[in-house]
């Protein structure tokens, strides 16, 4: 499969009730503000897609973003997915009435993979973004899928998963390094490659772009697209500065 | 104009559609009857799914003769994604399928391989910049108007339309090294393939242009 020609910026935003929260890990939140600010600041910047997880959902049983993402659509007007918590097709049914555009599915479909199928079938698998948290083996044999924030492991190989998902209907990867999410010391470059190599549709890589030198590596890697959290919500870098020194560097954004 | 009907027929989220003419003041209905296309300033067909869902979703609501009848008087109708495809005579998804006819043509499968031989994604999902036809330099004259050559806008679908006419073809994207339409146009019908509603300023700046055009 050929390489993107432009790579799109995500701006990922985890929520938390109702509040835009950031980890290390996964874990650890800070609450940094009302989501919707940050989504409606980061669209006006020029980012590429907006990413909202629910990032309790799972523990509740319930995804709280609806009206996030009801507002949402009201100011922003580029393609929002949304996941956390999302375990059926009326699940995924009420959140695209909502404005959303793509359901990330994580834990659901590790309990029950033929969801990945049910949701490709109803809306298209353009649709299905199947997320993926991966954390390396201690034994240095690749990667394994994790659930519920990176807390239960799966017993599934990240690389597998991502080819059975896509085999199954999962028009889209979520790919989120739980080893490097919220470090910002890079991403997992060896991951973001074992699984863009492995299957014919885009691959998002998500966890540890400290810069565009990381966005413009995972490129190379085979990404199309780079999920950012820390580095925009913290404002070490605006959207605007990021797609200058992508393009300066050669890499492809939309201007 | 200000007011704009969109049309209902259970296929799709209407919810982004109508916000983004909210964005413009504009007085948004929804239509799910004859009465209600036919009463209708302006209309706008959206869809995401497959074809012959949304013509058979269309036929069930008695919505095909009302949408031909206003094409014909010259309302400004605007086709989105599947809504511009359902545009054409008909398509090649799932079979053979009848659309409204409002612009001469087909809609086919996009193809699996791209201009140099290699696989290429289907459907096309992103960002991808509109370029003037062969032989044209801009958008001049139609809703795309304010859009510079190369301004990029958002895509999902699976399915090209292959406009039968050329000087119906509005804009075009190069997917695998192939042109593909991207909007077409037949007197007061305009279809987009891409999601203005989902396209930045570029997309707002369509949905503007239609609710003027409108006006006068």
Known sequence: ?255 | MKRVTLIDYGLSNLLSVQRAFEHFGAKVEIARSPAAVLGAQALVLPGVGAFRDGMAGLEQLGLTVPIRQKAAAGTPLLGICLGMQMLFDESEEFGRWQGLGLIPGRVVKLPERNAAGGLQRVPQVGWNGLLPPQGKTDFADSLLRAVRPGGEVYFVHSYEAKPARPQDRLAEVLYGGRRVCAAARSGSVTGCQFHPEKSGEVGLSIIRQFLEDGEG
């Open chain 1, 1 to 255: 499969m050929a390489k993107a020609e432009k790579i799109r910026l995500i701006a990922r935003l985890e929520v938390k009730n109702d509040q835009l929260v950031k980890g290390v890990q996964l874990e650890g939140l800070r609450k940094l503000g009302d989501p919707h600010d940050f989504a409606r600041a980061y669209y006006e910047a020029g980012i590429d897609e907006i990413l909202y997880l629910d990032i309790v959902a799972s523990l509740y049983e319930r995804n709280n973003l609806s009206q996030i993402v009801r507002r949402t659509t009201g100011d922003v007007f580029i393609p929002i997915t949304v996941g956390g918590g999302l375990r059926s097709v009326e699940d995924v049914h009420k959140i695209l009435q909502q404005g959303a555009d793509k359901a990330a599915i994580n834990t659901a479909a590790i309990k029950d993979p033929s969801i990945i199928t049910r949701v490709a079938e109803a809306y298209g698998s353009q649709c299905m973004v199947l997320s993926i948290q991966a954390k390396r083996r201690r034994d240095g044999s690749g990667w394994e899928a994790y659930y519920d924030n990176g807390r239960e492991h799966s017993g599934l190989d990240a690389v597998e998963w991502a080819k059975r998902g896509v085999a199954l209907g999962a028009g889209e990867i979520l790919l989120t390094s739980v080893d490097s999410e919220g470090l910002g010391r890079g991403m997992d470059r060896e991951l973001i490659r074992a699984v863009a190599g492995a299957v014919n549709v885009p691959v998002i890589a998500a966890g540890g772009a400290a810069g565009p030198e990381d966005v413009a590596l995972a490129a190379e890697d085979g990404a199309c697209a780079v999920a950012l959290s820390s580095l925009l919500h913290y404002k070490r870098m605006g959207v605007g500065q990021l797609k200058a020194a992508l393009a300066a560097r050669g890499v492809g954004v939309r201007r």
